[in-house]
């Protein structure tokens, strides 16, 4: 690479920091010390599902017996575990194990590669399918806007919950039937959110100076419209995440979701619950449950400080 390239990229790039840096939306959202709380926590759980994946075997992992490991074992932290059938070392296993010899550490770890998986492509799906019906309902509106908002409608009628079983029931058990059936109950939630924020955006001036230069209709949804709505559906999306490890957790909870032996949070839950409350193994379900509540939790903090950021109002409302 020559100097003067060599140049160039370096310039391009301290542009591009500079901008990032200048950002109001930025600066507004590293200020919410909430909201860096809701990041740091969503960081760890990303490396913490990297790691699990680039290093387990989920097909080990979820097997019935583990090697020569000690059943019934306690966190090895808290010493010598009267349920547990042989000793073994101080932290050889930090969340204990279940009753089938289990390392529940080395599938709590797995199960956040699992939930930030499917939860990614659940709110993926509902986001393109919910922004897309939105916008082409505000834009072409009439019979269009009544057809899409009125099924809509009647899909927001239903608890989330009762409606993704009803569905599950439809499509059958498995991660991925439930990820067809939360992709259902979500998009109706950015369908609302995007149709409001393109009504309002259809209002300006410059979308009817658009299309009066004969500008196209994709091209003013694309250029125009949803680049003005993007606010609301990335706060959307960022709260919506929350939701979806929650539901993707009790599905398999309830045994609509994840097949019995994986690594889910939701599955591990239910067989703490089942089995490892009645015999006092509290640790089966607490350190799954954990992770869940601090994974929901960063989405959550970090979806608030978004919003904050992002709408005026709240700023002038907190200043």
């Known amino acids: ?26 600066s507004e959202l590293l200020s919410n010390r909430l909201a860096v709380t809701g990041i740091v926590l969503i960081l760890a759980m990303v490396l913490v599902a990297v790691f699990a994946r680039s290093f387990f075997d989920v097909a080990a992992i979820s097997q019935t017996k583990i090697g020569t490991n000690p059943n019934m074992a306690q966190p090895s932290w808290l010493g010598e575990s009267a349920l547990a059938t042989q000793s073994y070392g101080t932290w050889a296993y930090p969340f204990g194990t279940d009753i089938q010899s289990r390392d529940i550490f080395v599938r709590v770890l797995y199960g956040a590669w699992l939930a ?3 939860g990614t492509i659940t709110v993926g799906f509902s986001t393109l399918l919910g922004v897309g019906l939105g916008i082409v309902a505000a834009y072409y509106g009439d019979v269009t806007d009544n057809v899409i908002m009125r099924t809509m409608d009647v899909l927001l009628a239903f608890p989330s919950l009762l409606l993704a079983l009803a569905l599950v029931a439809i499509f059958g058990t498995g991660l991925w039937k439930v990820v067809i059936a939360l992709t259902l109950v979500y998009t109706p939630r950015f ?10 955006v259809l209002e300006d001036e ?28 990335t706060v959307q999306s960022t709260l919506n995440f929350g939701l979806a490890i929650i539901d993707l957790a009790a599905l398999s909870f309830l045994g609509f979701g994840a097949e019995p032996g994986t690594p889910s949070w939701g ?3 239910a067989n ?6 009645l015999t006092g193994a509290w640790w089966w379900s607490f350190f799954p449950g954990l992770f ?12 608030d400080g978004m919003r904050d950021a992002l709408d005026p109002r709240m700023r002038e409302t907190v200043d």
């Open 116 to 118: 930030l998986k499917f």
């Open 267 to 269: 599955i591990m839950l």
């Open 292 to 303: 869940i509540a601090l994974t929901v939790l960063g989405f959550n903090l970090l979806g």
């Open 191 to 200: 369908a609302r959110v995007v149709r409001g924020a393109a009504l309002k």
């Open 206 to 233: 410059y979308i009817d100076a658009s299309q009066a230069l004969g500008a196209t209709d994709v091209r003013v949804l694309v250029r125009h419209v949803l680049p003005n709505c993007l606010a609301p559906i």
């Open 272 to 277: 703490g619950v089942d089995h490892g409350l």
């Open 1 to 26: 690479m020559s100097t003067e390239t060599q140049t160039q990229s370096d310039a391009t790039s301290r542009s591009f920091l500079d901008r990032l840096r200048a950002s109001p939306f930025l």
